[in-house]
């Protein structure tokens, strides 16, 4: 058995997810508008091979338009030969989509800011203007053979009608999906539900979702946008992005894989080697307790904890950690006991009395109290002195 969960999750849930559901991960686009970050054109392209070796649908691989040397890396990864698709970012303006043509992309994703915040006080534009820059955009890049997706930005604080106005204009002109920008995390989950089930009534176009995470609701809000009809998502590794970051790519598909019981054929086993690769380059530490990838997620001190999890991990586990290429580690300190030693001294293939054992386990616990980490040369030190 590789993992164990709760059995009162809904099982209808699972005939609610979309056999063809699409994953687009941002990393080296949003993910890199993370303030102080910047990835080198080897690094983005290390993750690029990364994300395909996990089976990504689509890399979105940059914003051409930038600079010289973004337009150089996007096009680098669209000549890679990866099996992902590869898109990359364009304003509705001509020469961001020639920017994107240059780079041998797939496929491009286009925005215009669509809220009535965003059209007033950053493009000082009606909502007429946006609808006519949306259809000149999707128009020009299907004359030119791309894949587009066209992304309200804001759209979770835009009117619906308006929405569905404009997302009609785009499918009109041959997009082939439309986005739910929640630009500013600003949606709760019972609101993707409610904007997801009224678009789709109107929409013949994929609906896909790219959520923020300024309340830490952008994994949840994405899972129940698909169960509510969106047939796409949008992710960063290890959930990096502008402000509070993006839906993290490693606990959408783990929740989805897991939880909600859909396999979509993500090689899961790659998923702490993409972590790691990622905050070596964004220069981003992962959190001991962020879920899936942290370096505690399968750690374990507590000697009534340790004792069930060495006879049986699921005890303390969902799932097992070699399904996201982590380890389990068992950490002793002031709340292990006498197991949990053992099974160290076990590893460390060390052989002592019942006693010694008692005397090593307290002496454990003191040095940890007094500030020490118990690490394999500092076990190796107190059991030596136990034994003499």
């Known amino acids: 058995m590789q993992y164990f969960i709760s059995h009162y999750n809904k099982e209808y849930e699972l005939e609610n997810f979309p056999d063809d559901l ?7 686009r949003d993910g890199e508008q993370t303030p102080g970050v910047f990835f080198s054109l080897d690094e983005k392209l290390e993750i690029a091979k990364k994300l395909d070796q996990f089976k990504i649908h689509q890399i979105e691989a940059g914003f051409p338009i930038v600079s010289q040397k973004e337009k150089e890396s996007v096009k680098t990864i669209a000549n890679e030969g990866l099996n992902a698709d590869i898109l990359a970012l364009a304003r509705t303006k001509p020469e961001d989509i020639d920017a994107a043509l240059d780079c041998d992309v797939d496929g491009i994703i286009t925005f215009v800011g669509t809220s009535d915040i965003h059209l007033d006080h950053k493009m000082h534009i009606t909502r007429q203007d946006a609808i006519n820059l949306c259809e000149t955009a999707v128009d020009y890049a299907k004359d030119h053979g791309l894949y587009v997706a066209f992304s309200a930005e804001d759209a979770t604080r835009t009117d619906i009608e308006f929405l569905k106005r404009i997302y009609g204009k785009a499918q009109e002109c041959g997009a082939d999906r439309v986005h739910i920008a929640d630009t500013t995390g600003a949606i709760t989950p019972q609101g993707i539900d409610y904007m997801v089930r009224e678009l789709v009534k109107d929409l013949d176009v994929m609906l896909a979702l790219h959520c923020h995470n300024d309340f830490g609701l952008a994994v949840i809000n994405s899972i129940t946008g698909v169960l509510a009809g969106a047939k796409g998502i949008s992710t960063t590794v290890n959930g990096i992005g502008e402000r509070a970051g993006n839906a993290s790519l490693e606990e959408l598909i783990m929740a989805i894989k897991i939880l909600y019981g859909k396999d979509y054929g993500f090689k899961t086993k790659y998923i702490k080697e993409l972590s790691d690769l990622v905050s070596k380059a964004s220069e981003l530490p992962i959190p001991y307790n962020k879920p899936v990838v942290g370096n505690n997620v399968f750690r374990h001190e507590s000697g009534i904890h340790v004792d069930a999890v060495i006879e049986e991990p699921l005890c303390y586990e969902p799932y097992l950690p070699e399904l996201v290429g982590q380890k389990r ?29 008692i005397e090593i386990v307290r002496q454990v616990k003191k040095q940890r109290e007094e500030g020490k980490y118990i690490n394999d040369k500092v076990f190796r030190e107190i059991v030596k002195n136990t034994k003499k």
């Open 22 to 28: 699409l994953i687009y991960d941002t990393t080296l």
């Open 329 to 357: 580690q068992l950490v002793l300190g002031k709340h292990s006991g006498c197991r949990a030693v053992r099974a160290k001294l076990n590893e460390c293939e060390l052989d002592v009395t019942d006693d010694e054992l």
